[in-house]
């Protein structure tokens, strides 16, 4: 459960929770024009479309989310391995 504990922290951390909010923001505006562009210019948006347009904006911020999470857990490394090792060995 520690893993759980250190993953939300880190998903619920500033610098991420930021990062993820421009991208759903920039990426999930240009989906929303995309795939419900015209619903939105004619007004038909139902229930169901708006619950799709909710999804359509909060998937690019849990995929952010998760990358950002993955990254920094990655560059922390285990105890044993510094981060720099861990930073040298991913950009090889």
Same mark, same amino acid.
């Given at each position: 459960?520690?893993?759980m504990k250190e993953w939300l922290q880190l998903a619920f951390a500033p610098s991420v929770r930021r990062r993820a909010t421009r991208v759903a923001v920039v990426v999930?505006?240009?989906l929303l024009a995309i795939n419900h562009g015209d619903? =939105? $210019?004619h007004g038909d948006i139902s229930f169901v479309r708006a619950l799709r347009? =909710? $999804?359509t904006v909060l998937?690019?911020?849990l995929v952010s989310t998760f990358s950002s999470v993955g990254a920094i857990r990655e560059?922390?490394?285990s105890p044993a391995e510094p981060a720099a090792e861990t930073l040298s060995r991913l950009t090889c």
């Open positions: 459960m520690d893993v999930g505006s240009l619903a =939105i $210019l347009m =909710i $999804l998937v690019p911020y560059l922390q490394g």
